[in-house]
């Protein structure tokens, strides 16, 4: 059996002061941070638009490569301190270290796109902006357990489980939490309340590869709400609600012996292991290892993880991922900014579904869009980014897409994809 120094979990009451403790670090908020997912392809004239290897990945990212594909690398980061990780459709995904300023991060991250763009290129790796693969069907290249049991998991429910794994992408903005705990609960809510606006604002994917029966702004945000709707709550809770609700959630897999994983039976949940519903299947109660891999299972629209981390923006096109990390950042940059915002989202706080589907369609969903990026833009320092927020908000204004903003580079020909198809599908 595996052996691990993890503590045992053995009460709901331990494992909620567990979760409260990791999931809600405290203190005055500061720093921002960001994650940024492409899709890769290859360029090689054998295998056009193919999703890459994993042996071709690790070797074109050296010892930069993340453990899920070479497990002996050093996994080092990149120049400006960026970790690199893949997702199981092959995705490429940049974890940048936490900056005080979205300059910094802007500055670092760009870097180190260049950097990684430079590795693949030199195995004939392309990196490709966008939010939902509307070509290739899903295929997932990480062949774990992990990622076996998690498909296994999801695909009791159709096909959304498989295409988010393979083929979607996002960008994350990580953003401390809060001084205090009804402090970070404050940020925690205004995060949400903004997030339906947020989600049109950048919605990016109108074509998902088998989702295209119906039209919506974010295929991508689609693919997440079909996937499994409760792992997904509608709200910020509080920090008890949300350690309860944690442990009420179905468990997707578990790791048994000899890092085997498995996947449990339907319903089960981390409540039920711990009252020792699993010890057949299993033969042990869970630990805080478990209970932290638990939480990367469940999808909340901001996921507490020490802070606050939020998952409902769309990969961007080419060259404008800064341009929601700003936005963001700055509607978050104090206290009396963020009552502007909630004031301002307070309409759409609860229209996570017809923002993804109807996105700046909705006349509503639109003008909320583009006063809160006005408002975002008048707080952000004078710089490209505030020049980006502000051509984001004229463009909310008119109801265009993120695309509209900036004309994609243009790309090599391919005979698979069409130009115009380009940044909104491939762009996986």
């Not at 940048?96 to 910094?104: G, I, K, L, Q, R």
């Not at 990196?127 to 062949?143: E, T």
């Not at 204004?397 to 695309?403: C, D, F, I, Q, Y």
């Amino acid at each position: 059996m595996t052996t691990t120094t993890s503590s045992a979990i053995t009460s709901r009451p331990a494992a909620a002061a567990h979760l409260t403790r990791v999931c809600f670090k405290l203190g005055p908020p500061r720093l921002v941070g960001a994650e940024l997912e492409w899709f890769t392809r290859t360029t090689d004239r054998h295998r056009p638009s193919g999703r890459p290897d994993v042996p071709r990945l690790a070797a074109a990212l050296g010892d930069h490569a993340p453990r899920t594909i070479t497990p002996a690398s050093p996994a080092l980061p990149l120049n400006s301190g960026s970790l690199v990780s893949v997702e199981p459709g092959g995705q490429i995904e940049l974890s940048s270290t936490p900056f005080d300023s979205v300059d910094e991060l802007g500055s670092a991250l760009a870097a180190d796109e260049r950097d990684l763009r430079a590795l693949l290129a030199a195995a004939d790796i392309e990196v490709v902006a966008g939010a939902a693969d509307g070509v290739r069907p899903p295929h997932r290249i990480l062949v774990s357990d992990r990622y076996r049991s998690m498909e296994d998991a999801f695909a009791r429910r159709g096909i959304f489980g498989s295409l988010m794994m393979c083929n979607t992408a996002a960008v994350q903005v990580a953003l401390d939490a809060g001084v205090d705990a009804d402090h970070a609960v404050s940020r925690w809510t205004r995060l949400h309340t903004i997030g339906p606006a947020m989600t049109a604002a950048f919605a990016n994917s109108p074509r998902l590869h088998g989702a295209d029966d119906e039209r919506w702004a974010s295929q991508r945000m689609r693919a997440w709400l079909g996937t499994d709707r409760t792992r997904i709550p509608p709200h910020a809770q509080t920090i008890e609600d949300y350690a309860d609700w944690v442990l009420s959630v179905p468990l997707l897999c578990v790791r048994c012996a000899d890092d085997h994983w498995f996947t449990p039976p339907a319903g089960a949940t981390f409540a039920d292991w711990m009252d020792g519903a699993l010890d057949s299947e299993v033969g042990r109660r869970p630990d805080e290892t478990d209970l932290a891999y638990h939480v990367t299972t469940v999808f909340p629209m901001v996921r507490p993880q020490g802070y606050l981390e939020v998952r409902y923006l769309d990969g961007q096109p080419e060259n404008l991922w800064r341009v929601p990390i700003a936005a963001v950042a700055a509607l978050m940059s104090d206290d009396a900014v963020g009552a502007e915002a909630d004031a301002i989202a307070a309409p759409t706080a609860d229209a996570w579904l017809r923002a993804a589907q109807c996105g700046l369609d909705d006349a509503e969903v639109r003008g909320v869009a583009a006063d809160l990026l006005t408002l975002a833009a008048d707080v952000t320092p004078a710089g490209i980014d505030r020049d980006l927020v502000a051509a984001a908000a004229a463009r909310c204004r008119r109801g265009e897409p993120p695309v509209a903003q900036s004309e994609p580079p243009v790309a090599q020909s391919d005979p698979t994809l069409s130009q115009s198809h380009r940044q909104e599908s491939v762009s996986r």
